[in-house]
Each structure stands twice: as structure tokens, then as C-alpha cells.
């Protein structure tokens, strides 16, 4: 494969851990891919990198959250004639509380972010790296962003409790 045709893959490339990886990633000659869902702030972070190949970087928006996100992803980077061998999956967020109590919308956008995206993700560019006998993937996550059976329990026995008195 042609070095010049590697990509890392940098998703919530936009602040936080994911811009760190990208500095880091450019400051090592790695050409990059920085996907989030502001292309403002993406933009900001391609002006700050630094290395020979900060040129080359493409910036991609893309909300994780939303259904078929993960394969728009990479249609977009096949159509691109992006060669991803470094996927860097870090976009992630949660929210926080019983999950009785959690709007399903956002249940259901916290766990295409956090789940379904990043499965679909290592399945999609995955499948790439196999055929290619090369590749890397990262992914970054918080166990507790994920509402667990014990935080229902712990809500049901909460309004069990608030029911009996
Ligand atoms: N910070 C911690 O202490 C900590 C601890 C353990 C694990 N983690 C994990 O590390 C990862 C990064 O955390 P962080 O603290 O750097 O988070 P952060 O500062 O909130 O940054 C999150 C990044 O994800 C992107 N993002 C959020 N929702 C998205 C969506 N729907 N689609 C695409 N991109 C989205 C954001 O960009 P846009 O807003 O532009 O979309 C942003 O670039 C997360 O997976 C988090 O769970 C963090």
C-alpha cells in the first residue's frame, strides 16, 4: 500500500481527547481523517496541526448518533479514496441517571454514539484492514455511559419505595 494513501481515522477529532490524538497522530506524519458532527471546530483543529502531512487533512461531519451514520462514513471516505488503516474510534458521550427516568430519543442517540456506530465502524473499515492484511483500531470508551440493568433496578426499587409510603 502506498503510504501516501494511509489514513488514521480520528472520530470526535473536534476537542477534547480526539483533537490530542489528532495532534498527535499529525505530529507523527500520519496523514488524518477528523470526523465529528461541528465542521467549524473541526476546521479549527486542521488549522492546528502541525507535520509534513497536515495538507492532506480531511475534515468529514458526521453525527454518530444518527442510524446508518457508520456507513455514510465510510461510503464518504471510499468515495474519497481514503485508505483507512488507523481507526481512532473516540467520539462518545452519555447521559447520566436512571434509565427509567431518560428520554428514549436520547437513549436511543447515546447508544447508536456509543454502540452501534463504533460496532458498525470496526465492522466497516474492519473488513478493509483484513482484506489489506493491515490496520489498527482504538477504541476509546466509558463503561458508565451505558445505562445498566442495575441502574433500572436501582430506579424501579426508588419508585417502589416512593410508592409504599
Ligand atoms: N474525559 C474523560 O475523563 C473520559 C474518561 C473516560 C472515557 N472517556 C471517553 O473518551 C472519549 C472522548 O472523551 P472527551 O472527554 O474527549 O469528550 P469531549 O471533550 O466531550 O469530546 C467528544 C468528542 O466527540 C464528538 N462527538 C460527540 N457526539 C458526537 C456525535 N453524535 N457524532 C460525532 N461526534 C460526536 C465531539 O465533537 P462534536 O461536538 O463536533 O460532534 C467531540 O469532538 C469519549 O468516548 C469518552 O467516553 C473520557
Known sequence: MEQSRSYALVTGASG????????????AGRTL???GRNSGRLEAVKVELAGPRVA???VIPCDLSEPGAATRLHASCAKKGLVVD??????????FGHAIDLDP???????NLNITSLTNLCSLFGRDMRKRSFG?????GYQRLLPDARLCQDGLRHQCRHRER
Open 16 to 27: 477534547g481527547i480526539g483533537r490530542e490524538f489528532a495532534l498527535l497522530l499529525a505530529a
Open 56 to 58: 492532506e487533512t480531511v
Open 86 to 95: 488507523t481507526l481512532i474510534n473516540n467520539a462518545g458521550s452519555g447521559l
Open 105 to 111: 430519543q436520547g437513549i436511543e442517540a447515546m447508544v
Open 136 to 140: 489498527e483500531i482504538l477504541n476509546v
Open 33 to 35: 481523517v477528523l470526523v
